[in-house]
């Protein structure tokens, strides 16, 4: 275990019956790393984890060394922008970092500087004595990721932090992430679209149904998605010869008959490929009666996760 | 920061909260209802010395000779005009009716006041049958309506349900609010955390019942005879008022743990609710060893006073009502912090488990 890694270790997460997250293991280095995954996926499941507002049901986690379970030391070194709306009843703007600050330990006078410094950074100066209740959006938003940067942590997580932001005080948070993402501490974030967060992540991990799909680089989990196997099931009447020339093609991987011998399923690394193969065995006088793909969930997430399935 | 000041920086954070919280701000009504009482008491007895006393006052030297037998002339005479007086008459057909050769013919009521007694006296046919005085405050039986008051309504009742409504909002409330995490994301230990609220908790629950019980305590006393007053602060009242404050205190002490580790194990504060308040309710009949897992045992041991049980009363009610053998003093502040420490080491437990779960509140 590093001591400068968010380490996950076959850690499972169930709610009654519901599926959290499933044997998850993930080792997170410094730098800005992205959860992206569709609503449910788990992707505040793992940050509720990582933060011990949550624990495992199997699986041991450890972030930078430290347990979850021992909130007086991981909070200090972590600050946790939540999806959660609320703060404490009736709080301002400035009430709700400086409470935070003080709980800290930091003197009045330095708490009183440190709330400041993170309003002015996410600017809502002129907003910080009004009511946090009042807040919009976005405003809740930035007031979140100030209380949550206020103690200048080594690791930041934000859940959906660009949610509701307008593109300039996107563009100036995304300044913030980057900024923090250097001089190696961690920024994990969550989002359901990639394309917002592929820009600036250093790494990013994809999440469906609570389970990790890839995890990365951006470049080589794009790869590690176009690569991965696709299976098909064929109907057709001489499965077997229909099987010996598929076999000759490199990019399929494994064939299986059906008992009843009317069909096959294919697995395949290059979908355009096997698509090309099939066209020349039916134009060579094979009867192909259907083509039926059993396992697209990765490339269904990708195309969601792209914008295609919004 | 070492972990005193931090329970001592949550507490003072959950003070106003606790204090101002808009979910239990029946609390104080409860609080002050005993109170309330007594001075709606006192400001009777003042109305009504207000409205008899002055020139239609009588001197009391003079009511105590009045004796059954004198006349109503002569009664009149004695103590001048009365407050009030009524005569009912009615015919009597006593050659019809041989039962009513002994009833009377005229019947008188006349009505004095002393200052402290009203004086009720009945006239048949022109002579006293009967006097009838009445303290209109007194002391001794006051002492023992607030005994009864403070055992059965004060402690069974407001400080229950007080800290009932304190207590589990600490932490329940905060997941209803969806606040929790908040607390959960500081440097502080689980076990910390807990420590704070309780005691935010404690100092808010302690403040209001134990000014309402000196409240009460000194409306009960106060409009008494001045000379009264006097005696019983120089004897007993000190030590009185010391121990109603201190078992209204140690009540939130108790049944504020209990009702922090409800909060923090159950959703729905009734269930605690009513366990509570049947196995304090059934704490008379239980083995010796188990009356001492009651709070209630160790408060009504703590009373200066014990309450007053009519002798009529049901075995089974006073069984119910009194306790059953009082610990003694030291056993009953020590057995009910012990029982404090007990709870709150559970509650701690589950507080270290707890996880922030607002979708299922």
Redesign the interface.
């Known amino acids: 275990m590093s001591a400068n890694e968010i380490v996950f270790d076959n850690v499972s997460k169930f709610?009654g019956d519901v599926l959290g997250v499933n044997r998850v293991d993930l080792h997170i280095p410094p730098g800005i790393t992205s959860l992206v995954g569709p609503n449910g996926s788990g992707k505040t499941t793992l940050m509720?984890l990582m933060?011990?507002?949550?624990?495992p049901n199997s699986g041991v986690i450890h972030v930078r060394g430290l347990s979850p379970?021992?909130?007086?030391?991981?909070?200090?070194i972590m600050g946790?922008a939540?999806q959660?709306?609320?703060?404490?009843?009736g709080a301002t703007g400035f009430d709700f970092i400086f409470?935070?600050l003080?709980?800290?330990?930091f003197s009045k006078a330095e708490a009183q500087s440190r709330t400041w410094q993170a309003i002015e950074r996410v600017g809502l100066t002129v907003a910080a004595k009004r009511k946090v209740a009042g807040y919009s959006k976005g405003m809740r938003q930035r007031i979140r990721l100030a209380q949550a940067i206020a103690h200048d942590p080594l690791v930041l997580i934000l859940d959906e932090p660009l949610n509701g932001l307008d593109p300039l005080v996107r563009a100036e948070t995304i300044a913030l992430f980057r900024d923090y993402g250097a001089n190696g501490r961690h920024v994990v974030l969550s989002s359901h679209v990639l394309q917002e967060v592929d820009v600036f992540s250093d790494q990013v991990i994809l999440i469906a149904n609570g389970m990790i799909v890839a995890e990365g680089q951006i470049k080589s989990v794009r790869e590690e998605i176009h690569e991965h196997p696709s299976q098909f099931l064929l109907h057709c009447k001489d499965a077997s010869r229909v099987a010996s020339l598929l076999f000759a093609e490199a990019h399929v991987s494994e064939i299986k008959l059906a008992p009843e011998g009317d069909g096959l399923l294919v697995l395949t690394r290059n979908r355009e490929a096997f698509s090309a193969a099939l066209e020349r065995i039916a134009l060579s006088g094979i009867d192909i009666d259907g083509v039926i793909p059993t396992d697209e969930n990765v490339d269904a997430l990708y195309e969601y996760l792209i914008g295609g399935g919004r | 920061?070492n972990p005193g000041?931090?329970i001592w920086?949550?507490a003072k954070?959950e003070l106003g909260?606790v204090f101002f919280s808009r979910r239990s701000f029946w609390v104080y009504l409860l609080a002050i209802f005993p109170t309330v009482i007594f001075l709606g008491h006192a400001l009777d007895f003042s109305l009504k010395a207000k409205q008899w006393g002055g020139d239609r006052k009588t001197s009391a030297e003079a009511l105590n000779q009045v004796q059954t037998g004198m006349t109503d002339e002569k009664v009149l005479q004695l103590l001048g005009k009365p407050i009030n007086d009524s005569i009912r008459k009615r015919r009597i057909r006593r050659d019809q009716d041989p039962a009513a050769e002994k009833q009377p013919e005229v019947r008188r009521f006349m009505m004095y006041f002393d200052g402290k007694r009203r004086v009720d006296l009945r006239f048949e046919d022109g002579k006293l049958v009967s006097r009838n005085m009445r303290l209109l405050m007194n002391f001794e039986e006051d002492r023992k309506v607030y005994a009864g008051m403070f055992q059965f309504f004060y402690l069974r009742l407001g400080i229950f349900f007080g800290c009932l409504g304190i207590f589990i909002n600490l932490f329940r409330g905060e997941m209803l609010?969806?606040?929790l995490?908040?607390?959960?994301?500081?440097?502080?230990?689980?076990e910390?955390l807990l420590l704070g609220k309780y005691l935010a908790g404690l100092i808010a629950a302690a403040l209001i019942f134990g000014t309402g019980a000196l409240f009460s305590f000194l409306a009960m006393v106060l409009p008494q005879d001045a000379s009264e007053v006097q005696t019983f602060w120089q004897t007993i009242g000190l030590e009185h008022a010391f121990w109603y404050v201190a078992a209204a205190m140690l009540g939130c002490v108790g049944y504020g743990s209990i009702f922090l580790a409800a909060g923090l194990l159950l959703k729905n504060p009734i269930i605690p609710a009513i366990v509570m308040l049947l196995w304090e309710g059934i704490n008379g009949f239980l083995p010796g060893v188990l009356q001492k897992l009651s709070v209630l045992h160790y408060l009504q041991s703590l009373c200066p006073v014990p309450a007053p049980l009519p002798n009529d009363m049901p075995a089974v009610m006073k069984m119910l009502l009194a306790p059953a053998a009082p610990s003694s003093v030291p056993l009953a502040v020590l057995g009910l912090l012990a029982l404090t420490v007990l709870v709150l080491l559970a509650a701690m437990q589950a507080a270290?488990?707890l996880?922030?779960?607002?979708?299922?509140e």
Do not use: C
């Not at chain 1, 933060?51 to 624990?55: K, Q, R």
């Not at chain 1, 379970?69 to 200090?76: F, H, R, T």
């Not at chain 2, 995490?181 to 689980?190: E, I, N, S």
């Open positions: 709610y509720n933060t011990g507002l949550i624990h379970y021992a909130p007086e030391k991981l909070m200090k946790y939540t959660y709306d609320a703060g404490p009843r409470t935070g003080l709980l800290h330990g | 920061m000041q931090q920086m949550i954070l909260r609010d969806r606040s995490h908040f607390w959960f994301l500081a440097p502080v230990k689980r910390v270290r488990r996880e922030i779960n607002y979708g299922t």
